[in-house]
């Protein structure tokens, strides 16, 4: 009964913000975390980050700290995901995912959005 929908994707330029939101209905506390990935075109799923309701943790793949952070808003149902300073290899579908735990194991994740594009244009 999980849903995710991604929202906020569209055309940037090199080195500027967006940020991209993960609205989640249902049951979203029957999960424990939403992660966030992305993959661009030709390449693997890559995970980016992933947030802990019951602890209020964030956690981040080690080459995505310091540009990309993950928020929450609980009254909204929504997961964000902010990212600055954007680079060209930064252009890919961008995906939200209901899991029980923290993973950077896309298939340890149960619910899965639509994907919203982002792209980077120099």
């Known amino acids: 009964q999980v849903q995710l929908v991604e929202s906020g994707g569209g055309l940037v330029q090199v080195g500027d913000s967006l940020k991209l939101s993960c609205a989640v209905s249902?049951?979203?506390?029957?999960?424990?975390?939403v992660g966030w990935f992305r993959q661009a075109s030709g390449k693997e799923l890559e995970f980016i980050g992933a947030?802990?309701?019951?602890?209020?943790?964030?956690y981040y793949a080690n080459s995505r700290k310091g540009r990309f952070t993950i928020s929450r808003d609980n009254a909204k149902n929504t997961v964000y995901l902010q990212m600055n300073s954007l680079k060209s290899e930064d252009a890919a579908v961008y995906y939200c995912?209901?899991?029980?735990?923290?993973?950077?194991?896309?298939?340890?994740?149960?619910?899965w959005g639509q994907g919203t594009q982002v792209t980077v244009s120099s």
């Open positions: 995912a209901a899991g029980l735990v923290i993973t950077n194991i896309s298939r340890e994740y149960d619910y």
């Open positions: 249902g049951h979203p506390f029957d999960t424990d975390t």
């Open positions: 947030s802990s309701w019951r602890e209020g943790t964030s």
